[in-house]
């Protein structure tokens, strides 16, 4: 009780409301590649293999920055990952990263477009052991990632606040698997006086708990935070059967799911069975055999509420309406809602299947459309990489039609 009395003193002070609207403002956006060549933590000392950072600035250059404006977008989403910071094979080198971020920051700038940092953790395993996991359960681990929160707040503390905003944390994993528990709110309300209180103008990017899903959201309690310059986020990937095909990253099921259209509907009815069949055939022949009859059943079901147009309208319009409601509610404006991610793979790492173009720019008309359509700015995942829009794998051109959709926009 005293430690929330104090924090709600904090919250007090630090905050600063100035109007009804945030000083950063955006329209549509793209979201910058995380790392996909990203170094062993044993090398994170080293300067050669770390530098520059976030990992993008290998590869992206000011020119192709100006050609994310001239096809239509007018900000980046920039992930930066956040464990570098929080491993002691970096500490000589904390300076430089924290130049580096600022660095890239200036290069998006000079492009021509608006930047929201975002502080992107992912899970731990393989070649580093620091993520989202053990930020989230380890008290003395989020304390320094707070601590953090602060120290990049402060380094961004001097630019445009026109022109950069700060997002704290991406996709939360916590408050997840028991309805009941609702820790969340209060490790918020700390990351948002660790920023506010080092960059008094920033706009401060803000989400709901487990992956920034809509209805976590609607779960929070806007009031807590007394801070007009505030944007509220969330994530839509739904339907994930659709946008996930072939992701083994993505649980035990989706891995198995390749070749459904978008939308299921587009292609007659014959064609989408036989695309199913396919599916089937693959669990049946690959999966383990006491998942098999689950994972078959749980296809039909998932396909089942979206192969009419109106049932897939209603999966896609539900987290729109859910925060829509949620805003109207609190008396929070549209333009301070922003569709943080969403979009469809391409190709997963190491799978011959490639997602036709057309469904992909089908895909992201549809959910810009409806984000447009609520007054929320946006920003399609991604650059780069597996769900690349811009590029696929090794630098190599993706299709165009997304870009060619987005450049079509009025």
């Keep these: 009780m005293f430690k929330a009395g104090l924090l709600g003193l904090a919250l007090l002070f630090v905050a600063a409301p100035t109007a009804d609207a945030a000083s950063f403002s955006m329209k549509r956006g793209i979201n910058l590649d995380i790392w996909v ?5 044993s090398q994170w000392g080293d300067e050669k293999a770390i530098l520059p950072f976030p990992e993008w600035r290998k590869s992206v250059t000011e020119a192709d920055l100006k050609s994310l404006k001239d096809n239509g977008f007018d900000f980046v989403r920039m992930p930066v990952d956040p464990s ?26 000079a492009s021509g477009l608006k930047v929201i940092v975002d502080m992107h953790l992912v899970p731990a395993g393989g070649n580093r052991s620091l993520g989202m996991a053990e930020v989230m359960n380890d008290p003395k681990l989020f304390d320094a990632y707070v601590d953090l929160t602060r120290a990049m707040a402060k380094s961004l503390s001097k630019e445009d606040p026109t022109l950069v905003a700060f997002e704290a944390m991406n996709e939360p994993v916590i408050d997840c698997k028991d309805e009941k528990t609702s820790l969340w709110p209060e490790k918020l309300q700390r990351l948002f006086a660790a920023a506010r209180a080092s960059a008094t103008r920033l706009t401060l990017v803000l989400t709901g708990a487990c992956y920034s899903n809509a209805e976590s959201l609607a779960k929070l309690d806007p009031k807590t935070i007394p ?10 990937y739904d339907p994930f059967l659709l946008t996930h095909q ?18 299921p509907y587009a292609v007659p009815r014959t064609e989408l069975d036989a695309a199913l069949d396919k599916v089937r055939a693959k669990i049946k022949a690959e999966a383990p055999w006491t998942r098999r009859s689950g994972m078959l059943a749980y296809l039909d079901e998932q396909i089942a509420t979206m192969d009419t147009e109106d049932k897939l309208l209603a999966v896609m319009d539900a987290p729109f309406k859910t925060v829509d409601a949620w805003a109207r509610k609190h008396g929070i404006k ?39 359509a609520h007054g929320f700015s946006w920003s399609v995942w991604s650059y780069g990489g597996a769900f690349g829009v811009v590029e696929q794998f090794d630098g190599k051109p993706a299709e165009p039609d997304v870009l060619e959709m987005v450049r079509g926009l009025e």
């Excluded at 060549?37 to 933590?41: C, L």
């Excluded at 801070?227 to 839509?236: L, P």
């Excluded at 072939?246 to 939308?263: K, N, Q, R």
């Excluded at 569709?339 to 469809?344: A, R, S, V, W």
Aim: charged residues 20%; without cysteine.
């Design 84 to 109: 570098p910071f929080l491993s002691g094979k970096t500490t000589g080198l904390r300076d430089k990263l924290f130049a580096s971020v600022l660095e890239s920051v200036r290069l998006v700038n």
């Design 334 to 372: 549209p333009e301070n809602i922003f569709l943080g991610e969403f979009g469809m793979i391409r190709q997963e790492y190491g799978n011959p299947y490639v997602m036709p173009a057309k469904y992909r720019a089908a895909y992201v008309r549809d959910m810009s459309a409806r984000a447009e």
């Design 37 to 41: 060549t990203w170094p062993d933590e």
């Design 227 to 236: 801070d007009d310059n505030v944007i509220w986020t969330f994530h839509s």
């Design 246 to 263: 072939g992701a083994t990253w993505a649980g035990d099921f989706i891995p198995y799911v390749t070749g459904l259209p978008y939308p």
